[in-house]
């Protein structure tokens, strides 16, 4: 009998590309990736990958098992969803991820309300960026993701999955309290091109966001500082090291040192809720996504602006 590991690894190798991508992907390492395709061919009787100058390719017969594959992967994902909805009540786990913010700014209100409403239901969050996110729940690691992307900026989704927008978090500039700036009602991105700029880490998709952005009005940005934490980030611009972008998402406490101001063209990342369309008769799936939008109408309240 086939294994459904294995079917899923080549699969994920057919989807990624190679088996150093698959191996990142399913978090495990590629010799173990290696030593279960020998054991799917030894099952099957034929070879399904073969050696392509420093990579590999499936063969034919790795093709048309990596279809049968990805057909038996959603039916055992679909099997699921009508067994639970058979049930007609959340329960079992549920197996979320959000980017950090989200996590601190959504999850708490409605993993309390699940927890209330429905005692049967365990869910387990972990805090990934979103592109790892997609990641995973492609590959059915998890069940569902809060991801965002940027009003000039989208993320791409693969296919497969369905998505409900959740809010639009407004992105407002933090200043150092005695900033020339501090006080105005509103600012516009060009008055703040000879400033220092303290960021997210080189290589993300917030950050790349900020670089567009900021090109796309003629500024080429001085970044002096990159972290990966907002309350990180609000400490050095506390700290008069420089200026950023703030989602108001899960932002607060805001130290005494920092002046919000909002940005004359307003700036917003919207924030999603992802499944796989394989899923969508989970009861577990649906109140999940209706109690973050209910966390998330809450959350897009308007933020005061920090007084002078």
């Known amino acids: 009998m086939l294994s ?30 290696s030593q279960q395709m020998a054991k799917l ?21 790795g093709r048309l098992l990596s279809g049968h594959a990805e057909r038996i992967l959603s039916l055992v994902e679909v099997a699921h ?37 429905h005692p049967g239901l365990r869910t387990v969050v972990h805090e990934l960026e979103p592109g790892e996110s997609l990641a995973r729940l492609a ?32 992105v407002d500039i933090a200043l150092p ?14 008055e703040l091109a000879d400033e220092d700029w303290i960021t997210w880490p080189d290589g993300g998709f917030c950050h790349e966001w900020l670089m567009f952005t900021l090109r796309g009005k003629g500024i080429e940005p001085r970044i002096a500082h990159h972290a990966e934490e907002h309350a990180t980030v609000l400490a050095l611009v506390g ?21 919000i101001t909002p940005v004359r063209d307003t700036m917003r990342r919207h924030v999603y809720a992802v499944w796989r369309e394989d ?4 009861p577990a799936i649906r109140v999940a996504v209706e109690a973050l939008r209910r966390s998330a109408a809450r959350a897009a309240g308007p933020a005061p602006v920090t007084p002078a």
């Open 4 to 33: 459904l590991e294995r079917l899923r690894i080549l699969h994920a190798i057919d989807t990624y590309g190679s088996v150093s991508a698959a191996a990142d992907v399913l978090s495990v390492t590629t010799s173990a990736v």
């Open 41 to 61: 061919e030894r099952e099957t009787g034929q070879p399904l990958l073969v050696r392509n100058g420093r990579g590999v390719r499936l063969t034919d017969a």
């Open 81 to 117: 969803a009508d067994l639970e909805a058979h049930r007609g009540a959340a329960v079992g786990e549920l197996r979320a991820a959000a980017f950090p913010t989200a996590v601190r700014g959504l999850f708490p209100a409605a993993l309390h309300e699940l927890r209330e409403g």
């Open 139 to 170: 590959r059915g690691d998890i069940d569902l993701a809060v991801v965002l992307d940027w009003y000039n900026k989208p993320l791409s989704l693969p296919g497969g999955l369905a998505k409900m927008a959740l809010f639009d978090d407004v």
């Open 177 to 190: 309290a005695g900033h020339r700036l501090e006080g105005r009602p509103e600012v516009e991105l060009d």
């Open 239 to 259: 700290a008069g090291l420089g200026v950023a972008v703030m989602p108001r998402l899960g932002r607060d406490p805001m130290p005494a040192g920092v002046r």
């Open 279 to 282: 899923a969508d008769r989970r």
